[in-house]
Protein backbone atom coordinates (compact mmCIF):
# COMPACT_ATOMS: atom_id res chain seq x y z
CA UNK A 1 0.00 0.00 0.00
CA UNK A 2 1.09 3.58 -0.96
CA UNK A 3 1.03 6.28 1.27
CA UNK A 4 -1.17 8.07 -0.54
CA UNK A 5 -3.44 4.92 -0.24
CA UNK A 6 -2.24 4.75 3.85
CA UNK A 7 -3.46 8.24 4.24
CA UNK A 8 -6.70 8.23 2.45
CA UNK A 9 -8.12 5.39 4.53
CA UNK A 10 -8.33 7.60 7.54
CA UNK A 11 -9.02 11.13 6.54
CA UNK A 12 -12.53 12.38 7.45
CA UNK A 13 -14.69 13.90 5.22
CA UNK A 14 -16.58 15.91 8.06
CA UNK A 15 -12.80 17.53 9.10
CA UNK A 16 -12.74 21.07 9.25
CA UNK A 17 -10.21 22.73 6.89
CA UNK A 18 -6.43 24.51 8.25
CA UNK A 19 -7.40 27.75 9.51
CA UNK A 20 -4.39 29.05 7.28
CA UNK A 21 -6.87 27.98 4.21
CA UNK A 22 -10.12 29.32 5.44
CA UNK A 23 -8.32 32.58 5.66
CA UNK A 24 -6.83 32.50 2.47
CA UNK A 25 -10.42 31.47 0.91
CA UNK A 26 -12.03 34.94 2.61
CA UNK A 27 -9.31 37.12 0.96
CA UNK A 28 -9.83 35.78 -2.32
CA UNK A 29 -13.35 35.88 -2.21
CA UNK A 30 -12.78 39.68 -1.77
CA UNK A 31 -10.14 40.02 -3.64
CA UNK A 32 -10.28 42.51 -7.00
CA UNK A 33 -9.30 41.84 -10.13
CA UNK A 34 -6.05 43.76 -9.98
CA UNK A 35 -5.16 41.17 -7.92
CA UNK A 36 -6.90 38.46 -9.91
CA UNK A 37 -4.80 39.74 -13.08
CA UNK A 38 -1.47 39.36 -11.15
CA UNK A 39 -2.44 35.60 -10.92
CA UNK A 40 0.02 33.62 -13.56
CA UNK A 41 -0.36 29.86 -14.02
CA UNK A 42 3.24 29.85 -15.26
CA UNK A 43 5.21 32.29 -12.81
CA UNK A 44 5.36 31.74 -8.97
CA UNK A 45 6.20 27.72 -7.58
CA UNK A 46 5.12 26.00 -10.57
CA UNK A 47 7.64 24.45 -12.45
CA UNK A 48 7.51 23.39 -16.45
CA UNK A 49 7.23 19.69 -16.34
CA UNK A 50 6.74 18.15 -20.50
CA UNK A 51 3.67 18.49 -22.87
CA UNK A 52 0.76 16.16 -23.77
CA UNK A 53 1.69 14.49 -27.03
CA UNK A 54 -0.22 16.32 -29.72
CA UNK A 55 -1.43 13.08 -31.44
CA UNK A 56 -2.49 11.97 -28.41
CA UNK A 57 -4.40 14.80 -28.06
CA UNK A 58 -5.64 14.65 -31.75
CA UNK A 59 -7.25 11.41 -31.34
CA UNK A 60 -9.04 11.47 -28.38
CA UNK A 61 -10.89 14.97 -29.53
CA UNK A 62 -11.76 13.84 -32.77
CA UNK A 63 -12.90 10.37 -31.01
CA UNK A 64 -15.00 12.82 -29.14
CA UNK A 65 -16.90 15.15 -31.49
CA UNK A 66 -16.86 12.40 -34.48
CA UNK A 67 -15.42 14.78 -36.96
CA UNK A 68 -11.38 16.34 -37.91
CA UNK A 69 -10.51 18.99 -35.64
CA UNK A 70 -11.25 22.48 -37.29
CA UNK A 71 -7.82 24.18 -36.09
CA UNK A 72 -4.31 23.82 -35.13
CA UNK A 73 -3.37 21.80 -32.12
CA UNK A 74 -1.22 23.99 -29.79
CA UNK A 75 1.44 22.56 -27.28
CA UNK A 76 -0.02 21.52 -23.93
CA UNK A 77 2.25 22.47 -21.09
CA UNK A 78 2.20 20.59 -17.72
CA UNK A 79 3.08 22.30 -14.88
CA UNK A 80 3.86 21.07 -11.69
CA UNK A 81 3.90 22.74 -8.16
CA UNK A 82 7.19 22.05 -5.75
CA UNK A 83 5.15 22.55 -2.42
CA UNK A 84 1.90 20.18 -3.66
CA UNK A 85 3.07 16.84 -5.30
CA UNK A 86 0.79 15.20 -7.50
CA UNK A 87 -1.07 18.23 -8.49
CA UNK A 88 -0.71 19.39 -12.18
CA UNK A 89 -2.27 22.23 -14.46
CA UNK A 90 -2.78 21.67 -17.94
CA UNK A 91 -3.75 25.24 -19.68
CA UNK A 92 -5.79 25.64 -22.35
CA UNK A 93 -5.88 21.62 -23.15
CA UNK A 94 -9.33 21.64 -25.02
CA UNK A 95 -9.61 23.07 -28.31
CA UNK A 96 -12.79 25.95 -28.29
CA UNK A 97 -14.84 23.34 -30.97
CA UNK A 98 -14.68 20.64 -28.26
CA UNK A 99 -15.46 23.08 -24.97
CA UNK A 100 -18.48 23.88 -26.94
CA UNK A 101 -19.17 20.13 -27.67
CA UNK A 102 -18.59 19.03 -24.40
CA UNK A 103 -21.16 21.30 -22.73
CA UNK A 104 -23.92 20.47 -25.25
CA UNK A 105 -23.86 17.25 -24.42
CA UNK A 106 -23.32 17.83 -20.78
CA UNK A 107 -25.82 20.42 -20.52
CA UNK A 108 -28.62 19.09 -23.32
CA UNK A 109 -28.59 14.93 -22.95
CA UNK A 110 -26.82 14.49 -19.44
CA UNK A 111 -28.73 17.05 -17.48
CA UNK A 112 -32.18 16.18 -18.82
CA UNK A 113 -31.18 12.55 -18.24
CA UNK A 114 -33.60 11.26 -15.06
CA UNK A 115 -30.90 9.42 -13.79
CA UNK A 116 -28.79 12.13 -13.17
CA UNK A 117 -29.42 13.25 -9.79
CA UNK A 118 -29.35 17.06 -9.30
CA UNK A 119 -29.56 19.68 -5.74
CA UNK A 120 -32.89 19.93 -6.86
CA UNK A 121 -34.27 16.72 -6.76
CA UNK A 122 -34.46 16.60 -2.54
CA UNK A 123 -36.60 19.36 -2.70
CA UNK A 124 -38.75 19.12 -6.21
CA UNK A 125 -40.07 16.55 -8.53
CA UNK A 126 -38.96 17.07 -11.33
CA UNK A 127 -40.49 16.98 -14.92
CA UNK A 128 -38.28 16.12 -17.80
CA UNK A 129 -38.61 17.03 -21.59
CA UNK A 130 -39.73 14.53 -23.49
CA UNK A 131 -39.65 15.42 -27.30
CA UNK A 132 -35.92 17.13 -26.89
CA UNK A 133 -33.49 15.68 -24.74
CA UNK A 134 -32.69 19.63 -23.26
CA UNK A 135 -34.16 21.46 -20.71
CA UNK A 136 -32.82 24.76 -22.86
CA UNK A 137 -35.97 23.48 -25.16
CA UNK A 138 -38.99 24.22 -23.35
CA UNK A 139 -40.38 27.38 -22.61
CA UNK A 140 -38.67 29.45 -20.30
CA UNK A 141 -41.72 30.58 -18.22
CA UNK A 142 -42.92 26.64 -17.93
CA UNK A 143 -43.00 25.19 -14.54
CA UNK A 144 -40.85 22.15 -14.96
CA UNK A 145 -39.91 21.47 -10.94
CA UNK A 146 -43.07 20.90 -8.35
CA UNK A 147 -42.31 21.14 -4.93
CA UNK A 148 -42.17 18.29 -2.65
CA UNK A 149 -43.53 20.72 0.45
CA UNK A 150 -45.61 23.52 -1.71
CA UNK A 151 -45.79 24.97 1.92
CA UNK A 152 -42.05 25.43 1.93
CA UNK A 153 -41.12 25.97 -1.70
CA UNK A 154 -42.29 27.75 -4.33
CA UNK A 155 -42.94 26.00 -8.13
CA UNK A 156 -39.66 27.00 -10.23
CA UNK A 157 -39.67 27.96 -13.96
CA UNK A 158 -37.45 26.67 -16.33
CA UNK A 159 -36.07 29.99 -16.54
CA UNK A 160 -35.65 29.86 -12.59
CA UNK A 161 -34.09 26.57 -12.70
CA UNK A 162 -31.07 27.37 -15.68
CA UNK A 163 -30.43 30.55 -14.58
CA UNK A 164 -29.97 30.13 -11.18
CA UNK A 165 -31.50 27.28 -9.14
CA UNK A 166 -29.63 24.10 -11.05
CA UNK A 167 -25.94 24.22 -8.95
CA UNK A 168 -24.61 20.78 -9.66
CA UNK A 169 -25.46 17.08 -11.76
CA UNK A 170 -24.25 13.86 -10.54
CA UNK A 171 -23.67 11.58 -13.74
CA UNK A 172 -21.98 7.62 -12.93
CA UNK A 173 -22.12 7.38 -9.40
CA UNK A 174 -24.90 9.25 -7.41
CA UNK A 175 -22.79 10.70 -4.30
CA UNK A 176 -24.74 11.04 -1.09
CA UNK A 177 -23.99 14.63 -0.26
CA UNK A 178 -25.46 14.12 3.10
CA UNK A 179 -23.68 11.09 4.44
CA UNK A 180 -20.65 11.47 1.88
CA UNK A 181 -20.55 8.54 0.35
CA UNK A 182 -21.60 6.35 -2.50
CA UNK A 183 -24.61 4.09 -2.72
CA UNK A 184 -24.16 0.88 -2.80
CA UNK A 185 -26.21 0.13 -5.83
CA UNK A 186 -25.40 -0.33 -9.36
CA UNK A 187 -24.79 3.53 -10.28
CA UNK A 188 -26.45 4.41 -13.54
CA UNK A 189 -23.69 3.98 -16.75
CA UNK A 190 -21.14 7.04 -17.23
CA UNK A 191 -21.32 9.03 -20.46
CA UNK A 192 -19.32 6.61 -22.74
CA UNK A 193 -18.27 9.43 -24.79
CA UNK A 194 -17.28 11.75 -22.27
CA UNK A 195 -15.73 8.91 -20.45
CA UNK A 196 -13.44 8.24 -23.33
CA UNK A 197 -12.34 11.54 -24.00
CA UNK A 198 -10.94 11.91 -20.04
CA UNK A 199 -9.67 8.19 -20.36
CA UNK A 200 -7.73 9.29 -23.80
CA UNK A 201 -6.34 12.01 -21.80
CA UNK A 202 -5.42 10.93 -18.74
CA UNK A 203 -4.82 7.34 -19.16
CA UNK A 204 -4.23 5.75 -15.37
CA UNK A 205 -7.78 6.85 -14.01
CA UNK A 206 -11.48 5.27 -15.24
CA UNK A 207 -13.96 7.56 -15.41
CA UNK A 208 -16.67 6.13 -12.96
CA UNK A 209 -18.38 9.19 -10.91
CA UNK A 210 -18.62 13.20 -12.02
CA UNK A 211 -20.30 16.30 -10.71
CA UNK A 212 -20.51 18.90 -12.89
CA UNK A 213 -21.15 22.20 -11.09
CA UNK A 214 -22.80 25.47 -12.71
CA UNK A 215 -21.64 28.61 -11.04
CA UNK A 216 -22.49 32.02 -11.57
CA UNK A 217 -20.90 35.64 -10.37
CA UNK A 218 -20.92 35.36 -6.34
CA UNK A 219 -21.21 31.65 -6.01
CA UNK A 220 -18.57 29.86 -4.20
CA UNK A 221 -17.29 25.92 -3.38
CA UNK A 222 -16.12 26.30 -0.04
CA UNK A 223 -13.07 23.92 1.16
CA UNK A 224 -13.16 20.07 1.39
CA UNK A 225 -11.23 17.24 0.12
CA UNK A 226 -12.82 14.77 -2.00
CA UNK A 227 -12.16 11.38 0.31
CA UNK A 228 -14.83 9.41 0.31
CA UNK A 229 -13.69 7.11 -3.59
CA UNK A 230 -12.56 3.83 -2.14
CA UNK A 231 -9.19 4.59 -4.73
CA UNK A 232 -6.32 6.97 -4.60
CA UNK A 233 -6.54 7.28 -8.51
CA UNK A 234 -6.66 11.08 -9.78
CA UNK A 235 -8.84 13.35 -10.21
CA UNK A 236 -9.36 15.30 -13.40
CA UNK A 237 -11.26 19.04 -13.23
CA UNK A 238 -12.22 20.40 -16.47
CA UNK A 239 -13.49 23.86 -16.54
CA UNK A 240 -15.65 25.74 -19.42
CA UNK A 241 -16.51 29.35 -19.57
CA UNK A 242 -16.31 32.20 -17.13
CA UNK A 243 -12.58 32.21 -15.02
CA UNK A 244 -12.98 30.70 -11.71
CA UNK A 245 -10.01 31.52 -8.37
CA UNK A 246 -8.92 28.08 -7.41
CA UNK A 247 -7.18 27.81 -4.21
CA UNK A 248 -5.54 24.21 -2.95
CA UNK A 249 -3.52 23.37 -0.34
CA UNK A 250 -2.13 20.18 1.86
CA UNK A 251 -1.69 20.42 5.73
CA UNK A 252 1.43 18.59 6.86
CA UNK A 253 0.29 17.39 10.49
CA UNK A 254 3.79 16.80 11.68
CA UNK A 255 5.66 20.22 11.05
CA UNK A 256 2.06 21.83 11.13
CA UNK A 257 3.17 23.79 8.10
CA UNK A 258 0.36 24.22 5.31
CA UNK A 259 1.42 24.77 1.44
CA UNK A 260 -1.40 26.05 -0.71
CA UNK A 261 -1.75 27.49 -3.89
CA UNK A 262 -4.14 29.61 -6.06
CA UNK A 263 -4.69 29.38 -9.53
CA UNK A 264 -6.94 31.32 -11.97
CA UNK A 265 -8.49 28.33 -14.27
CA UNK A 266 -9.85 29.56 -17.98
CA UNK A 267 -12.25 28.01 -20.25
CA UNK A 268 -10.12 25.23 -21.47
CA UNK A 269 -7.82 24.72 -18.70
CA UNK A 270 -8.19 21.39 -16.88
CA UNK A 271 -6.68 19.93 -13.30
CA UNK A 272 -4.96 16.68 -12.37
CA UNK A 273 -4.90 15.79 -8.70
CA UNK A 274 -3.04 12.53 -8.07
CA UNK A 275 -0.43 11.10 -4.72
CA UNK A 276 -0.74 13.11 -2.37
CA UNK A 277 -2.72 16.43 -4.04
CA UNK A 278 -5.35 13.55 -4.81
CA UNK A 279 -7.00 14.18 -1.34
CA UNK A 280 -5.87 18.04 -0.62
CA UNK A 281 -8.03 20.46 0.34
CA UNK A 282 -9.40 22.62 -2.08
CA UNK A 283 -12.22 25.36 -3.01
CA UNK A 284 -13.25 27.95 -5.60
CA UNK A 285 -13.77 31.64 -4.00
CA UNK A 286 -14.35 33.31 -6.63
CA UNK A 287 -16.13 33.30 -10.31
CA UNK A 288 -14.36 35.83 -12.28
CA UNK A 289 -17.71 38.17 -14.18
CA UNK A 290 -17.59 38.68 -17.58
CA UNK A 291 -14.52 36.71 -18.62
CA UNK A 292 -16.90 33.83 -20.75
CA UNK A 293 -14.80 33.93 -23.79
CA UNK A 294 -16.62 34.73 -27.37
CA UNK A 295 -16.91 30.97 -28.74
CA UNK A 296 -19.26 30.29 -25.91
CA UNK A 297 -20.54 33.26 -24.21
CA UNK A 298 -23.75 33.27 -26.96
CA UNK A 299 -24.08 29.25 -26.41
CA UNK A 300 -26.86 28.17 -26.80
CA UNK A 301 -27.88 30.08 -29.25
CA UNK A 302 -27.64 28.26 -32.33
CA UNK A 303 -30.12 25.50 -31.13
CA UNK A 304 -31.97 27.21 -28.82
CA UNK A 305 -32.27 31.18 -29.70
CA UNK A 306 -33.99 32.05 -27.12
CA UNK A 307 -31.35 31.12 -24.53
CA UNK A 308 -28.80 33.19 -26.27
CA UNK A 309 -26.20 34.39 -23.86
CA UNK A 310 -26.74 32.30 -21.34
CA UNK A 311 -23.20 30.76 -21.33
CA UNK A 312 -21.76 34.65 -21.08
CA UNK A 313 -21.78 34.47 -16.94
CA UNK A 314 -21.42 30.84 -16.43
CA UNK A 315 -18.79 28.75 -15.32
CA UNK A 316 -19.37 25.09 -15.74
CA UNK A 317 -16.68 22.67 -13.81
CA UNK A 318 -16.74 18.88 -14.92
CA UNK A 319 -15.00 16.69 -12.46
CA UNK A 320 -14.23 12.89 -12.66
CA UNK A 321 -13.38 10.62 -10.39
CA UNK A 322 -12.63 6.89 -10.13
CA UNK A 323 -14.67 5.16 -7.35
CA UNK A 324 -13.51 1.47 -7.04
CA UNK A 325 -10.76 -0.74 -8.58
CA UNK A 326 -7.40 -0.73 -7.83
CA UNK A 327 -4.92 2.00 -6.16
CA UNK A 328 -1.78 2.99 -8.04
CA UNK A 329 0.94 5.88 -6.95
CA UNK A 330 1.20 9.10 -8.18
CA UNK A 331 1.56 8.99 -11.76
CA UNK A 332 2.33 11.21 -15.00
CA UNK A 333 1.49 8.76 -17.69
CA UNK A 334 -0.39 11.16 -19.81
CA UNK A 335 3.24 12.71 -20.19
CA UNK A 336 3.48 9.80 -22.61
CA UNK A 337 3.30 8.48 -26.08
Known amino acids: ???????????????????????????????????????????????????????????????????????????????????????????????????????????????????????????????????????????????????????????????????????????????????????????????????????NIFTDMEPQAAIVNLYSPGDTLSLHRDVSEEVDKGLVGVSLGCDAIFLVGLHDEKSGETHSAVLRLRSGDALYMTGKSRFAWHAVPKIVAGTCPAYLSNWPEEEFPKWEGWMSNKRINLNVRQMRGSTSVASMKFLGD
Open 1 to 199: MDLATSEHNHLDPHEAPPQTLKDLFKSWKRSSIESINQLDIASGETEFLGSVPKSRLQSAFEDFSGLPLDQHLELTPIYGFKDLPGLFVLPSLLPPSVQKELLSRLLHRDLSDPRHKTNLHLHYDVSYPTENPSFFSAPPASIALHPKDAKVHKPLSVKAALEKKVRWVTLGGQYDWTNKVYPSEEPPRFPQDVAALIR
